[in-house]
């Protein structure tokens, strides 16, 4: 692999590094612990509605049904989606690479869900692959980016309580992906490749 990056899958990587300036968490607390429950829920409220960030994770972390569950990872998948191509198109400032990763270590955070971090790495791959074949080549610190959380998803598939089937249910997207990298410059497409098939010879030996 370029660079020898390293394949350990570890999803504490994914979590945010605490702020240098000193946590005032301790007397939020003390001021919390004298609200009555409905004063708290409406503190919650507050918190959910005053940006996307804080509903985003109040709904990761507190809707549990199935429908539920899908729905928030659809709203994770549509930002990650909106990092690249944008909400109302294509600007400057984008991919938003960081920005992008950063929703994959939130909904770690907020779930602890193992098949839905990597059902949001593999979408960033994906979409960050349509995105240069869009857009046409971008440049190695890009394509690096693409490649580590490719390396990451590969491993945490062996980290999951059921490999098998993490990887079964995977397996047609990792298919169809090894195909639209095909030709992609800087090496890209050529890795990517050899991650998957690397990845695919290691469920054959098993």
């Known amino acids: 692999m370029p660079g020898g990056r390293s394949n350990a899958y570890k999803l504490s990587k994914y979590l ?7 946590s005032q968490w301790s007397n939020i607390r003390k001021r ?3 609200l009555d429950q409905s004063e708290l829920i409406a503190e919650i409220k ?9 509903r985003r994770f109040l709904e990761a972390r507190f809707l549990q049904v199935q429908d539920q569950v899908e729905a928030v990872l659809a709203d994770y998948k549509q930002e990650i989606i909106y ?3 944008g909400e109302r198109g294509i600007s400057d400032d ?3 690479l960081r920005d992008a990763r950063g929703l994959i270590r939130d ?8 098949s839905g971090t990597l059902d949001l790495m593999l979408h960033y791959v994906e979409t960050s692959t349509e995105f240069t074949n869009t857009y046409g080549d971008i440049n190695e610190p890009f394509y690096n980016s ?3 959380v490719l390396n990451d998803f590969c491993e945490g598939i062996f980290k999951s309580s059921d490999p098998e089937q993490s990887y079964g249910q995977f397996n047609k997207r990792l298919v169809a992906l090894k195909k639209a990298v095909y ?3 800087w090496g890209y497409g050529d890795t990517v490749q050899e991650i998957i098939d690397d990845l695919e010879s290691r469920f054959e030996e098993r």
């Open 83 to 85: 990092c690249f191509f």
């Open 183 to 185: 030709g992609i410059g």
């Open 107 to 114: 909904y770690w955070k907020a779930t602890k869900d193992s």
């Open 94 to 96: 984008l991919p938003k």
């Open 46 to 54: 507050d918190l959910y509605v005053i940006s996307d960030e804080n």
């Open 146 to 148: 693409l490649e580590s």
């Open 16 to 22: 945010v590094m605490p702020n240098m300036r000193k």
């Open 32 to 34: 919390l612990l004298l």
